[in-house]
Every structure is written in C-alpha cells, then in structure tokens.
C-alpha cells in the first residue's frame, strides 16, 4: 500500500471504503473481500504437541501434485460463490482457461457445516478454498440498512464480543469447530481453507486491534482451530495465512500474527492496484515486494495472491494486468493467483471491459498457468517438491 500520512482524516475515509467493500460477498457469502488497505503481527512459541503432519488425508507415492513444480494456479472469487455460478462462467469465457481455484467465504455466525458448496466447486475441477470467517457479518448490515453512521458501524462490526481471540482459543466454540471438521474430513478430497484473513488490520473482530483482542490471541486461536482439526482427523486441510497487504508502517510486523510454519501451508496476500488512496499507478512490483520480502523474513511457505484486482479509474487496468503477467513470473514463490471478480465499488471483473478481458487471456494463456485440478492430487506445500 502506499503511505499514508493523514492518520485521522484518512483512517475516517479507509474505514469507509472498507466498510462497504467487506459485504461484497453478502448474502451468501459473507464478506471477504476488500479491495485495499492496512496490516501487520506472532507470538513466537514454537508448535504445539498436536500440530504437523503434512495436509494430505492419505499420501500416496503415486499422487500428483498441486500445481506442479514451475506452474501456478489462476483462482476466482464472486460475488455469489458457490450458489450461483454465472459470474464463473463469464469469468471462464472471458479468461478462456477454467479457473482451477475457487475462494468463497462463510461466516460462523450463520453457517453450519454444509458439503454442497464444496461439491459444487469439486464437481467444476476447480479447488474450494473456504474463506472461513468467525464473525456474524449480519450484524453490520443491519446496521448499514438503519443508516447508522460509519463509526457505529464499524463498531457493530468489529466489536463483536462473543467472537474475541481468546474465546476461540479457550474452546468456546469447539462444538461448532468440531462439526465442521468432521464434515471437511468427510468430502474425501483436498480442501484449503483461509481462516480468519487480513488478521493485521483493524476492520475485522479478529484483528487484534479490535474488540478486546491482545497481542498474540490471534496466534492462540489460530493453533487451537488448527489443532482441533488434526484432532479430528481432517488432515485433507491445507491451512492459508492471509495477511493483507502492507500499507503503512504505523502497524505491528507481520511475524507477531504468524503461527509458525507447523500451523500454516500456503501464505497468502490480499493485494490490489486501487487509485483511492494515489492517482500514481503502481505495478504489481510496486504493490507486492514489500510484503513478500517481510514474509520471506519469518516463513518460506508457497505464496499465493490470495485476493487481486484492478481499478480502470484512470484506464490502466488492461496495462496493469498485462504487465502483472510479465512479471510474475520472477516470483517463483508464488504458486498462485486469484482474482476478486466482483463490481463492489470498483469494477474488479475481467468483464468489464473487452480489452481487459483480452489482457487477462493473454496473459493466463501462458503454459505457466496450463494446469488443471483434481480431487486426488496433492497440493504442493514446499516450494522444492
């Protein structure tokens, strides 16, 4: 993120964009997306007895793996999920290459354990990677619907007391936790999820600078859900650390929120190219290399792009991506892209305009992302297998 330098004026204008790009995936799937915005923390102790057998569910010598060495997956995230796959379709036709990953989010307020939506997204080769949110989203619509002013609302989101770090991490929702890892254990086939995402900023009740949280509660609850999960013999899991982007050095170091390399198997980053904040136009270098290289510091887990997207307010966005597709291939880390389809705001989609499409296509038309999704390949979690 650019730095920013205005702290009160700007944060009132952040947390208001913020606030109305957290409810893109409302109602079926809960917010997950923000187009651009702050981060930063890890509690330092080593694993847990519990932790670390390699996601998996059962490995075999014979078991292809997800992506291949030298290859990256290309993802999507809509608007709608799993529910509705019109916006895939377009996604897919403008693209003209499948998606092999789908991102879609669940609240733990609303959501009981379902394997439909996961089927769904298996049954299209494509990867489901649950954005697993513990929060009742519900609670900041109802209130953006009474006209209640962005402080209030903000506060109805993130000051939600029941969903404090520390009561996931003493077992208060075991129960909940527990169904839905007998339940992922039961599809049989690789799931990934991305829990409790952009954990260093401040627009979420589980970033620790919110709604009572301390430092290092976030670590604490993270292991305990992780350890829940292997307890329950869900080890089909591949656990996503997501981080959002680097914006501003006023924030704790991102190791402070990291749960270690025994508790996380791919890295992600929430990361946009957005004029809101600058009118100058940053490239994907620009946007991404210091975050990675603060990672890189603490973890050498696959990095995945976990949220990506471009504004057209100054009619770059086709140049934007095209050029993104030529540089990404120097970050040989990174095994994967995917990108927030979504108009929320900005219009994110590759739809929304033919020459955007055409420099998307273009660029995923390279072999590099030529790669396909099975429920019985494993996916890759050291950069050297």
Not at 107 to 124: C, E, L, T, V, Y
Not at 226 to 232: E, P, T
Request: proline letters at 7%; charged letters at 25%; a positive charge.
């Amino acid at each position: 993120m650019a730095k920013l330098t205005v702290p009160r004026v700007m944060m009132v204008l952040i947390a208001a964009l913020l606030l109305a790009d957290a409810f893109a995936m409302a109602p079926k799937t809960p917010a997950e997306g923000r187009k651009e915005a702050p981060s930063d923390r890890v509690a330092a102790a080593g694993p847990s007895a519990v932790a670390t057998a390699e996601p998996g569910w059962s490995r075999g010598p014979d078991r292809e793996i997800f992506p291949p060495a030298g290859k990256a997956f290309i993802g999507v995230m809509t608007h709608e999920g799993p529910h509705d796959f019109t916006a895939v379709n377009m996604f897919t036709a403008a693209a003209k290459r499948q998606p092999q990953v789908m991102l879609f989010g669940s609240g733990w307020a609303s959501d009981a354990f379902d394997r439909a939506p996961f089927d769904r997204i298996k049954d299209r080769g494509m990867l489901p990677m649950l954005g697993w949110e513990p929060w009742d989203y519900r609670l900041g619509e109802a209130a953006i619907k009474k006209g209640l002013p962005t402080r209030e609302v903000d506060r109805v989101r993130n000051e939600q007391t029941r969903y404090r770090l520390s009561h996931i991490a003493r077992g208060d929702f075991d129960s909940y936790l527990r169904s839905w890892a007998e339940g992922i254990k039961s599809l049989g086939y690789p799931v990934a999820i991305r829990f409790a995402h952009e954990m260093n900023g401040y627009w979420y009740p589980w970033c620790e600078l919110v709604n009572g949280n301390r430092p290092g509660d976030y670590v604490k609850a993270w292991r305990h859900v992780h350890d829940l999960f292997r307890a329950a013999g869900a080890t089909n899991v591949t656990w996503v650390w997501s981080p959002n982007n680097i914006w501003d050095d006023s924030l704790p170091k991102l190791s402070t929120f990291y749960p270690g390399d025994a508790y996380v198997d791919w890295v992600g980053i929430s990361g946009y190219y957005t004029t809101v904040f600058t009118p100058d136009y940053r490239p994907f270098d620009v946007i991404f290399d210091r975050i990675i290289k603060e990672i890189r510091a603490f973890s050498s887990k696959p990095l995945v792009i976990t949220e990506t997207g471009a504004s057209d307010a100054y009619g770059r966005k086709a140049e934007w991506i095209t050029q993104t597709f030529r540089l990404l291939p120097r970050y040989k880390d990174i095994i994967g892209v995917i990108w927030f389809e979504v108009n929320k705001e900005v219009d994110w989609r590759i739809v929304s305009s033919p020459a955007v499409a055409k420099a998307f296509a273009k660029g995923v038309a390279d072999p590099r992302y030529q790669v396909t999704w099975s429920p019985d390949m494993l996916l890759r979690t050291k950069l050297e297998d």
